[in-house]
């Protein structure tokens, strides 16, 4: 990331000179301030906080307050990283006036630079809606977690012909009605390659191979602290979860012990206030 805040124009150049754009979710302070430090392009509020912060099976259960109040937070802990909010479920299928004002929460409210909404051709009407008021609108196709029950599961999308058409025309109406990005998940390597080459703005991949002009991670998996569920396309960087279980067997254990806290964590009253205190307890007692 560069030392100037990530604009869609940003992006729009880092497409057109084949600078890969790296995008990972986040979704309070301290996790948006540590990304945005290693050079994290784009910040995704992802509704996916439902499942690795909130202990939820699904996205579906995540509101709009649940997103608000994330953004905020993460918002606060990023100065240049553009940050992006999903619209939870079904917010997308609701009538425009009130797609415009949930949108717009997470704008005013929640300082989000833009939102992300899941669907096809059957949204296209409402991004549209959006950016002519000004939101900025990052779609997202394949894989659409708030449609798992509809889709029959957490599998890979565009894997037939007619399936492959429907996804590349939403992704060129999807541009036209406005959208500034695009997310591509869990579709097969060839087409994320030429939905990539086919539409002039950037898409982001996660589980659609190596040719899109970005990535997206979910913070929780490429650190090890999603517990077992872990796809396939996941790469663990670092193995975070076990670092923190192993420093906090570790505290546990010196409390148990009475180990913790030690001398240098303690302060100490002066000997004459001890006594005082001590001699002032003693007098109150025996009245």
């Known amino acids: 990331m560069s030392g100037k805040k990530v604009t869609k124009r ?14 990972i979710t986040a979704y309070d302070y301290p996790s948006a301030r540590l990304a945005e430090e290693a050079g994290a392009d784009i910040l995704l509020v992802g509704d996916s906080l439902g499942m690795v912060v909130l202990g939820y099976d699904s996205t579906i259960p ?13 918002t606060r802990g990023a100065k240049k990283a553009m940050v992006i909010a999903d619209l939870p479920f079904a917010t997308a299928h609701l009538p425009e ?13 929640g300082l989000a630079y833009g939102v992300k ?11 549209n809606h959006l950016t002519v008021a000004g939101i900025p609108v990052m779609g997202h196709l394949g894989l659409t977690p708030q449609s798992v029950n509809q889709l029959g599961g957490y599998v890979i999308q565009g894997k037939d012909l007619p399936a492959a058409r429907r996804l ?14 695009i997310v591509l998940e869990c579709v097969p390597e060839e087409l994320a390659e030429l939905v990539t080459k086919k539409v002039g703005i950037p898409v982001i991949g996660i589980g659609a191979g190596r040719h899109c002009d970005g990535q ?44 913790f806290p030690a ?9 004459e206030l001890i ?3 001590y001699g002032s307890s003693e007098g109150e007692t025996d009245q």
Do not use: W
Request: cysteine-free; charged content about 30%; aromatic content about 4%.
């Open 216 to 259: 997206v991670l979910v913070y929780h998996d490429l650190l090890a602290m999603a517990g077992d569920f872990r796809p396939s396309f996941v790469k663990v960087y670092q193995d975070a979860g076990e670092v923190i279980r192993k420093g906090i067997a570790a505290y546990v254990q010196e409390v148990k012990e009475r180990s």
């Open 97 to 109: 006036g009130e797609v415009l004002k949930s949108a717009a929460r997470l704008m005013q409210e």
């Open 117 to 127: 909404m899941e669907g096809g051709i059957e949204i296209v009407d409402k991004v």
């Open 62 to 74: 995540v509101t709009l307050d649940d997103m608000l109040h994330h953004t905020k937070a993460v």
């Open 275 to 277: 006594h005082e205190l």
């Open 168 to 181: 590349l025309d939403a992704a060129q109406r999807l541009e036209e009605a406005g959208a500034f990005a």
């Open 10 to 23: 940003t992006l729009l150049g880092m497409k057109q000179k084949q600078e890969p754009i790296a995008m």
């Open 263 to 271: 001398e240098n964590h303690v302060t100490h009253l002066k000997e």
